[in-house]
């Protein structure tokens, strides 16, 4: 059973970065098949993909348009974890974000969720 | 970007009764080498992760209940839950993933009448 655990702040200052974390269980990060990725979801965005990482001859990663320049998601293989920074933040980047695992271009697996909240 | 829109926004049903959300993809998510329909459906409760109930459209996942089905080809897709249950309360997600960026509809939600 692949579980997700998300580890990082719930608060976060305009302009600053937000850096959340997704270790994984029952899988491997460099698994062949599989894209680790973030989602966000909030009132007014509803559910939002914003990237994800994954292996095949190489490390690859693939951005939404929509915070493309901000964002980084990176794999850590020695701790099978992979993470989120995305930078200059501002309250419209207040959401829950969820780390999941695409397979067959779907997500079964997903983190418990951190609540980010963008305020000074 | 493919734009997914469903509708109602919202709808309230009574205990027993059935429940029908549609989806529509603003191109055809058919991919015609696999002849299947590249559309999944979320489920997602207050306070949890989204859950998958089913992708090519209509395959239940696993541990899904069979009161959850899924339908429709090319951009027209219909959810439906055949008796609600008080535990079906959620707001639930179409999505495609036949071209990137994935995206989801709005969301539907659904509560008990």
């Known amino acids: 059973q692949v579980q997700l655990q998300q580890s990082g702040p719930g608060l976060v200052k305009p302009s600053q970065v937000l850096s959340l974390t997704c270790a994984i269980s029952g899988d491997s990060v460099s698994s062949n098949g599989a894209a680790w990725t973030w989602i966000r979801h909030s009132p007014s965005r509803g559910l939002e993909w914003l990237g994800r990482?994954?292996?095949?001859?190489?490390?690859?990663?693939d951005y939404a348009e929509s915070v493309r320049g901000r964002i980084t998601i990176n794999a850590d293989t020695s701790k099978n974890q992979f993470s989120l920074q995305m930078n200059s933040m501002t309250p419209e980047d207040t959401a829950m974000y969820y780390c999941t695992r695409e397979r067959g271009n779907v997500y079964q697996y997903w983190g418990q969720g951190t609540l980010v909240t963008v305020s000074s | 970007d493919i734009v997914m829109t469903q509708s109602p926004d919202s709808l309230a049903v009574s205990l027993g009764e059935r429940a029908t959300i549609n989806c529509k993809s603003s191109?055809?998510?058919?991919?015609?080498?696999?002849?299947?329909?590249?559309l999944a459906w979320y489920q997602h409760k207050p306070g949890q992760p989204p859950r998958l109930l089913i992708y090519?459209?209509?395959t239940r996942d696993s541990g899904v209940p069979d009161r959850f089905s899924g339908s429709g080809s090319g951009t027209d897709f219909t959810l439906t839950i055949s008796s609600l249950q008080a535990e079906d309360v959620a707001v639930y997600y179409c999505?495609?993933?036949?071209?990137?960026?994935?995206?989801f509809g709005q969301g539907t939600k659904v509560e008990i009448k």
């Open positions: 990482t994954y292996y095949t001859s190489k490390w690859n990663s």
């Open positions: 999505q495609q993933y036949y071209s990137p960026p994935r995206t």
């Open positions: 090519w459209a209509s």
């Open positions: 191109q055809s998510v058919f991919y015609s080498s696999n002849n299947k329909n590249l």
